[in-house]
């Protein structure tokens, strides 16, 4: 399965600095276990687009990130990773939202929402958490020891 971290953002991704080099370092440890990358789009109406397009095939997998969502410790999100490899799904679309939210096509597409908690995180930040979560549910399915419970 291919995961996809997806951040809507009208500006481009800055390339350096502190978040784009822990996107990197968590994303570059994923690949160890799949195939993995991160995305911008300028909206959530492109990023629908492109789902459209891929969907005659195979319906690619979709997290939105949203503070409305569930939120879920280490564990349970490698369980529902797990769960996504087990259905053998093609691709998963992890994506962090547009600044004022995720509309009703967003939300109503979304086969699931997940929080981060109550806080609000900037998207470079949020990116980064989601990285780091998806590389440890991927260590937890591998029984690496990077989580060991904790």
């Known amino acids: 399965m291919k995961i ?10 800055g390339v350096s600095g502190p978040s784009s ?5 968590y ?31 195979v319906r ?11 939120a879920l410790d280490s564990e349970s999100l490698a369980v529902e990773l797990i769960r996504c490899f087990d259905a053998g799904a093609q691709r998963l679309v992890f994506a962090i939202g547009p600044a004022d939210g995720w509309s009703r096509t967003a939300l109503d597409r979304a ?29 937890i399915r591998a029984g690496h020891p990077y989580h060991s419970g904790h």
């Open 4 to 13: 996809q971290l997806v951040s809507i953002s009208p500006r481009k991704a």
């Open 21 to 25: 080099d822990l996107l990197r370092l």
């Open 27 to 57: 994303l570059d440890r994923s690949v160890r276990y799949t195939p993995c990358e991160a995305m911008t789009f300028p909206s959530e109406v492109a990023l629908l687009a492109a789902l459209g397009k891929e969907a005659a095939r």
């Open 60 to 70: 690619p997998v979709l997290w939105l990130a949203d503070s409305r969502g569930q």
């Open 111 to 139: 086969d699931r929402t997940l929080s981060f908690g109550k806080i609000t995180l900037p998207h470079e930040l949020a990116a980064v958490v989601a990285a780091e979560q998806i590389y440890r549910a991927l260590t």
